[in-house]
């Protein structure tokens, strides 16, 4: 059984730094991709951050410079530092897995950034 954690959200001021975990179990993240998503208040999701079996990253233009998504493998764990936070950051953040065929995700994890 797959399972998937996001934690690492909060308040915090703009120009601050989180950093968010996506702890899994029943995968392996060194082996799949892993995604960042975001769903602000009114909004649709969107990607933020990537991170392939081969260490590529791709990250979204609003982010780029700002976040890093990287993996520790010994921890089975993905991580996206973000820092110089802006008020449009302010999101519910979900760390996604694509593994054997299916699409794997939790419960998401609250970032507010206050001007």
């Known amino acids: 059984q797959v399972q998937v954690v996001e934690s690492g959200g909060g308040s915090v001021q703009a120009g601050g730094s989180l950093r968010l975990s996506c702890a899994a179990s029943?995968?392996?993240?060194?082996?799949?991709?892993i995604i960042w998503d975001r769903q602000g208040a009114g909004n649709l999701r969107a990607r933020v951050a990537t991170?392939?079996?081969?260490?590529?990253?791709n990250y979204a233009d609003a982010v780029k410079g700002r976040f890093t998504i990287s993996r520790d493998n010994a921890k089975n764990t993905v991580y996206l530092q973000m820092n110089s936070l802006k008020s449009e950051d302010t999101a519910v953040y979900y760390c996604?897995?694509?593994?054997?065929?299916?699409?794997?995700w939790g419960q998401g994890t609250l970032v507010t950034v206050s001007s």
């Open positions: 029943g995968v392996d993240v060194s082996t799949n991709t």
């Open positions: 991170i392939t079996s081969g260490g590529d990253t």
């Open positions: 996604k897995i694509f593994a054997r065929g299916s699409l794997y």
